[in-house]
């Protein structure tokens, strides 16, 4: 075989490889998540778990394509989105103005909000309560977003909805925001802590990277499909279930 040619073949097999690869990259749908926010998602031992799971599981299923999921600190799940690293991203997250500048989002799946996690010796009587005062809050969140934007103050970041829980058990900060069902998890079981009212209202979507109509419109079927024939709302009840349960182990 003289240079040329070897070259050629060379070419030709590296393109054939390269393609292999992308076609086996594409066979899968990826959903990328936070695997710290019951009912949401959680970690059945190894496997992630949880509502936002079935619903990225449902439209792979829709797709005929296989599906994997991985979990990644929340300010690095809307990235891996705009990156490519992964198609679907679904973390109870909130769609906000902000965030649409970035990434395409489905119709909303659920209605929530965030709440206050509060000592019940201090009670908690409104937000203005909240001024001045050392909040925790798992980074990257809407909870941030409102300590720095209506309490105009720095909060305290943690890595999770549970963590941030513990800070305010050891006494490090005097309150906690978190959207409410992995409150509610939280202060499962802990007499002394208790809940308020929702400060905001919110709505949780799936996150996709902008421009691929077709997946989002896939996305979107599911979510339709999950509503009309009960399967979410299964979910809801089963998923809440079972991490209450973790939670009394
Ligand atoms: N809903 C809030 C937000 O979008 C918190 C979501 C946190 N999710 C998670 N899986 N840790 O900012």
Known sequence: MNTKRLTIAVSALAAALMCGCARQDDSRVKMITEATFPPYEFMRGKDIVGIDVEICR????KLGREFSC?????DSVIPAVISGKADLAAAGITVTEDRRKNVDFSVPYVKTGIVVVYKKKDGFAGPDQLKG?????QGGTTSE???LEQLKQEPDRSRSP??????????RVDFVIADIDPAKNCVKGEADLAISDFITSEEYAVAIKKGRPELLKAVNETIAEIKADGRLAKWIAEYTAESDKLKDK
Do not use: P
């Open 145 to 147: 977003t409102y300590v």
């Open 162 to 171: 549970a963590e941030a829980v513990a800070a305010l058990k050891s006494g």
């Open 58 to 61: 449902a439209v792979a299923q």
């Open 70 to 74: 991985e979990t990644v600190d929340f």
């Open 133 to 137: 005062r050392k909040i925790g809050v």
